[in-house]
C-alpha cells in the first residue's frame, strides 16, 4: 500500500466531513465555510492521487482549482452582499 | 515604468516556471501575454505600491520563517483544543489596536492574524482590528502585541526605504466604511 | 541509505498532513458555532495543505514539479486567510450571533463595552 493512498484516504476523509457540514448547516456560512474547505482539499486529492498514478502533471489541474476556488468563493460573498455580481449597489 | 518592467520579469518568470515547454512559439506566446497583463494594469492605473508592495524588501524575509513558526504553533494548540474531549474553548471578540501606519502594513498585519488558527480578523476600522479568537491562550498571545511589533518594524523601514508618504490609517477607516 | 531516509521523510510528511487535515474536519463537525469552525477550516488549510505538499516535494525531488508546489502552497497561503476573512466579515456585518465585542488593553484586564457592541452592531441575530 503506497503512502499515497493513506494520504488520499485522509483527505477523502475530512472532504467526508467538510460535507456532512455543509449538510447540516445551520446557517448559510457555515455551508459556504464547508464548501470552501471542502474545494481546498480538491486541490490536495488531485495533487495526491496525481502522485499515486505517476501523473505529477495533473498539479496544473490543482492550481486551477486553487483559482477557481478562492474566485467562486469570493463571487458567492459578493453575490450574497450586493445580489449583483457586477456593481457595488448595496440591496436594502 | 521601473514597476512595470519589474512586473513583466515576475509574470514571465512564473510563466516559463509553469509551462516548462521552451520553443521559440510558446515563448513568444508568453511574452505576448505578460505584455498585455502589464498594458492592462497601467491602462487601469493600478500598477502602484499596493499592486507590487516591492518596497517591503528583505525585512519580509525575516518576518515570513517567524510567521510560519507561530503559524505551526498555534496549529499544535488548536489541533489539540479540538481533540480534547471537554472541548475547551473560549470565544471572544476583541478589539486590538494595529500600530501599522501604511496599507500595506495593515493588510499585512490581519492576513498574519487571520493565518494563524485560533484567531481570524472580523473587521477593520480606523487603526483598530476587530479579532475572533478560540482560546484564551490565542487570545492572549494576539494582545501580548507580538506580531504587531513585528510587522510595524518592518514596514517603518520599507517607508523610510521607499520614502514616500503612506496612507494614514483613517482612509483605510474610510475604505472599509465604504466598500 | 539516502533513498530509505527520504522515503521515511514522505511518509511522515504524509500522514502528518492528512492526520492534521483530519483534525480539522473533526473540529468542523464538533465545534460550536460558525466562528469557531472557521478555526477548524483554518488547521486543514495551513498545516494540513503545507505537510501534504511538502511530502510531495520531497517525494518528487528537485524539478519544475516542486516548483508547482510550492506555487500551490504560495496560493493557499494568499488566498486562504483573504477567503476566510472575507467570509467571516460578511456573517459578522450580517449580524450572525457573535460574542460581545471586548475592549482589552492588556492581558486579563477585561472590560467589556456592551454600550459600543450595541452600536456596532444594530441588526444582531435573525440570519439563516
Known sequence: MSVFFVAMIGVLTTMLLALARAFMGPTVFDRVLAANMFGTKTVLLIAVSGFMLGRPEWLDLALLYALMNFTGMIALLRFSKFDNLANDEQIK | ??????????????WLLLSGHYNATLI??????CVGVVA??????????????????????????????EVVLSNFAVAKVILTPSLPIHPRILRIKASQKTQVGQVAY???????????????RNGHFIVHALTLDSAEGLLSGE???????????????????????????NRSERS | MMEVGREIGVWILL????????????GMIRLPDFYTRSHAASITDTLGATLILLGLALYSGFNLITVKLFFVL????????????????????KGLDAPDLEDVTEIGGATSSSADSATLRPDAKGVN
Open chain 3, 15 to 26: 500522514v502528518a498532513g492528512s492526520v492534521f487535515c483530519v483534525i480539522g474536519g473533526i
Open chain 3, 74 to 93: 504560495f496560493l493557499l497561503y494568499i488566498t486562504s486567510p483573504t477567503a476566510a476573512h472575507a467570509l467571516v466579515k460578511a456573517a459578522y456585518s
Open chain 2, 28 to 33: 513568444a506566446y508568453g511574452v505576448l501575454s
Open chain 2, 40 to 69: 492592462l494594469m497601467a491602462h487601469l492605473e493600478i500598477l502602484d505600491h499596493e499592486a507590487l508592495p516591492a518596497h517591503l524588501g528583505f525585512r519580509l524575509f525575516l518576518y515570513i520563517p517567524w510567521l510560519l513558526k
Open chain 2, 110 to 124: 490581519a492576513n498574519s492574524i487571520t493565518l494563524t488558527p485560533g484567531t481570524v480578523t472580523l473587521d477593520v
Open chain 2, 147 to 173: 506580531m504587531d511589533r513585528r510587522v510595524a518594524h518592518m514596514e517603518v523601514h520599507a517607508a523610510i526605504h521607499e520614502g514616500h508618504a503612506p496612507d494614514t490609517a483613517a482612509d483605510i477607516g
Open chain 2, 1 to 14: 515604468m521601473k514597476r512595470s518592467f519589474v512586473l513583466f520579469v515576475t509574470l514571465m518568470a512564473v
